[in-house]
């Protein structure tokens, strides 16, 4: 009767859900989400309920009149809405500079929901060309300091849920796309900060993050990842730090945007580069569906 982001609803389905509503008639559309989350044993992988998309799947239903939905008790401020740029925080920025072997070792650490996240956003916002934006689905961000200072920044996110030449490289189905595509973290930002002038060093420290994101994911979603992406613009850079780290080159995106309607170009084209974190990664992204 009803899908909502891969999530198919039938008649029986329905009439569970206004059954719940109708027996717990004092109970606000967040406590029934989280009510009906626990009836489906509907969970993401590190165990939390998806109470935020099960909200929207009853909000669809409400909206298309197969279910009646009590009215709001509250109208929360949306988060991502009106949201303020990060402040610009002081740092030394005196230069770092010479041979890479002379300046390590460097600490990788990973920031998400620290005290230091501040740092990284406003860093991010502040010296990166496309300025901070607040990853999507799944996420990690990471500073690489040198003796306490901050010498660059990376974030991790949820995979773009489809990318053709990533798929084709892959070769799964859309079914094993579908659900596999949380084992893929994307990364959304890498800035090294304007005043370190060390020769490999983008390559280096992404030799090092394939080393380390995969477990970090695990503590903190309960699942590895076994395939990293990014996008390069193509106008902007060649992409040379990825192939020194042996990222391979999958081919260009169609530069059209996830929620195309028209299938003509609106935006620059994008080298999507993909680094795999196991030998047997496509077996691990296609058995999900199994």
Not at 18 to 33: A, E, F, G, K
Not at 123 to 150: A, D, S
Not at 228 to 243: I, P, S
């Amino acid at each position: 009767m009803f899908t909502y982001r891969g999530k198919h609803v039938s008649s029986e389905d329905v009439a569970f859900i206004q059954t719940l509503i109708d027996q717990n008639p004092h109970d606000s559309r967040r406590r029934l989400s989280v009510k009906l989350c626990q009836a489906w044993n509907w969970r993401q992988a590190n165990g939390a309920v998806r109470d935020m998309i099960c909200r929207g799947l009853m909000l669809g239903l409400h909206r298309a009149g197969y279910i009646r939905l009590p009215d709001k008790k509250s109208h929360p401020k949306n988060p991502f809405v009106d949201r303020k740029k990060p402040a610009k925080v002081k740092i030394d920025q005196s230069p770092i500079n010479g041979r890479l072997s002379q300046i390590m070792p460097f600490k990788y650490e990973q920031v998400r929901r620290t005290p230091a996240e501040q740092l990284f956003n406003s860093l991010i916002e502040h010296y990166h060309y496309l300025g901070y934006c607040h990853p999507v689905g799944e996420q990690l961000k990471y500073i690489v300091y040198w003796q306490k200072r901050p010498i660059a920044c990376l974030s991790w996110s949820s995979a773009p849920r489809h990318i053709g030449c990533r798929d084709r490289f892959i070769g799964w189905s859309a079914k094993e796309r579908k659900k596999g595509i949380h084992l893929i973290a994307y990364n959304c930002r890498f800035l090294i900060l304007p005043w370190v002038k060390l020769s490999c060093l983008a390559s280096h420290i992404l030799a090092n993050m394939a080393k380390i994101v995969s477990k970090d994911w695990l503590s903190i979603y309960s699942h590895r990842i076994y395939f990293l992406e990014t996008f390069v613009d193509k106008q902007r850079f060649a992409g040379t730090c990825y192939k020194a780290a042996n990222w391979l080159y999958l081919g260009d995106t169609t530069g059209r945007g996830k929620n195309d309607q028209t299938h003509k170009q609106n935006r620059s084209i994008k080298a999507v580069w993909g680094y795999a974190l196991s030998k047997n990664f496509r077996a691990k992204l296609c058995e999900a569906d199994k």
